[in-house]
């Protein structure tokens, strides 16, 4: 076990000189890379960096992560290969900068602390005080434990912690270390010194590049690189280098919470690569989740995985109302999310004295206005489409309106505004009138 590896609590100034160690052994790449989070922590300082916070502004290269999961999650990829993505994440910090044949796979979620060869980390209740931080259990070739003790008061970030708080991501990425096979080092600018004043170091130093690719070796050029990913329509396009020509492997984030004793990675596997070997084209699996993706090599040995690199399947499409209520009566109803693809239905609640329906559609960018556009916009029952896309649909008098979408990866996450109205004839007549503001999904 080893506290912030056997840490106890040290103040004052340190030296910086050289001096790695390790523990003995290495985690295979073919499948001891994967880690999960069991997110049981009771500060709400440890879960208060996501939507709920006025500060939050989204984190595009760790998808899905927040809270307490999300800095342990930066903590592991701080160890990576090359830039998890773009490298940001962390303020004053490029995250991803160990140079070895290593990379760490995010898995998502676990039921459980699980043990020492599971490859979890999660808070424990008590860690017997002794200014002890955390710690990990390591068989090493078999995997590992990450425990955070409670006792201590634990802060996400990616801020300063203040006062008696501790970083959780600092101390993350230093618990790593050991889960990697490296022991403490005697060099105080090294993110594996045996102890902090406060966790906020959150960088792996030269001393730590240095032990890391003594255990993995520096990044070989061999390697397979992950530069580039494009979800669209289920399908998966991966750009990059190093892919073997066929039987790769594509590593996905699990969706689901998983057994502890489960393996978490959602894997395809017999995947072929184009273009000589620089792009991946697969299916993504229903389980895959927001996280990492990484591909393995039709090999053997710590060269043959690829960095971990930022994933999001996307999300289905959505339909939302801005209006409906007091005099503007007509309302729509969505039958199903507008995907790239398929056919979304849009049905207008007719009133007594309605002729027919109209639904007029705006293009990306366009102005939804919530209480419809005027009459004179109107041209009997045609599609008014301004915008870049054509989004035809047939004209019903039950009100009841189909779109088909096109099947083109461009319209994803564009926003269309369609406004429903009930028109009597001669003379004109608009009645309620209202809006959805639609965002294309898939």
């Known amino acids: 076990a080893f506290a912030l590896g056997t840490a106890a609590l040290l103040f004052g100034p340190v030296e910086s000189t050289e001096g790695f160690d390790v523990l003995g052994g290495s985690l295979s790449a073919e499948n001891q890379?994967?880690?999960?989070?069991?997110?049981?922590?009771?500060?709400?300082?440890?879960?208060?960096?996501?939507?709920?916070?006025?500060?939050?502004?989204?984190?595009?290269?760790?998808?899905?992560?927040?809270?307490?999961t999300l800095a342990i999650w930066k903590g592991a990829v701080e160890w990576g290969s090359t830039l998890h993505g773009d490298g940001t994440g962390t303020p004053g910090q490029t995250l991803g900068n160990g140079g070895a044949n290593f990379d760490f796979a995010y898995m998502g979620a676990a039921a459980g602390g699980g043990n020492s060869n599971n490859n979890i980390a999660s808070p424990i209740s008590s860690c017997g005080g002794g200014g002890v931080l955390a710690f990990v259990e390591t068989p090493i070739s078999d995997g590992w434990r990450m425990r955070f003790c409670e006792e201590i008061l634990w802060a996400d970030g990616p801020g300063v912690a203040v006062g008696n708080e501790f970083n959780i991501q600092g101390v993350a990425c230093h618990e790593f270390g050991h889960a990697l096979g490296l022991d403490h080092s005697t060099s105080g600018a090294a993110i594996m010194f045996p102890s902090t004043a406060d966790g906020n170091q959150r960088s792996i130093s030269n001393d730590d590049i240095a032990g890391v690719q003594f255990i993995y070796g520096a990044a070989s050029s061999s390697k397979p690189v992950i530069t580039a990913v494009e979800v669209c329509g289920g399908v998966a396009t991966i750009t990059g280098s190093n892919f073997s020509n066929s039987n790769n492997q594509v590593w996905f984030t699990n969706a689901n919470v998983t057994g502890t004793t489960t393996d978490p990675r959602v894997i395809a596997s017999n995947v072929s690569s184009t273009g000589g070997g620089t792009q991946i084209v697969v299916n993504v699996p229903a389980n895959a989740g927001p996280g990492d993706v990484l591909v393995k090599q039709n090999a053997t040995g710590h060269a043959t995985l690829s960095n971990a690199f930022p994933f999001d399947p996307g999300s289905d499409g959505t339909a939302t109302e801005l209006n409906g209520n007091g005099t503007n009566l007509v309302v729509y109803a969505s039958t199903s999310p507008p995907n790239i693809g398929s056919t979304w239905t849009a049905t207008v609640a007719l009133q007594p004295n309605d002729n027919r329906s109209i639904v007029a559609v705006n293009g990306s960018g366009a102005n939804c206005l919530a209480n419809g556009i005027s009459p004179g916009f109107l041209n009997g029952t045609q599609l008014l489409v301004p915008g870049p896309y054509l989004m035809p649909h047939n004209t019903s008098l039950t009100g009841s309106h189909s779109f088909p979408i096109q099947n083109d990866c461009a319209l994803v996450g564009q926003t269309f505004c369609t406004q429903g109205f009930g028109v009597e004839l001669g003379p004109l007549r608009v009645y309620g009138r209202n809006a959805l503001q639609l965002t294309i999904g898939g």
């Open 33 to 68: 890379r994967d880690f999960r989070v069991r997110n049981t922590f009771s500060d709400p300082q440890a879960n208060n960096w996501g939507p709920q916070n006025p500060n939050w502004n989204g984190e595009p290269q760790f998808p899905g992560g927040t809270g307490a």
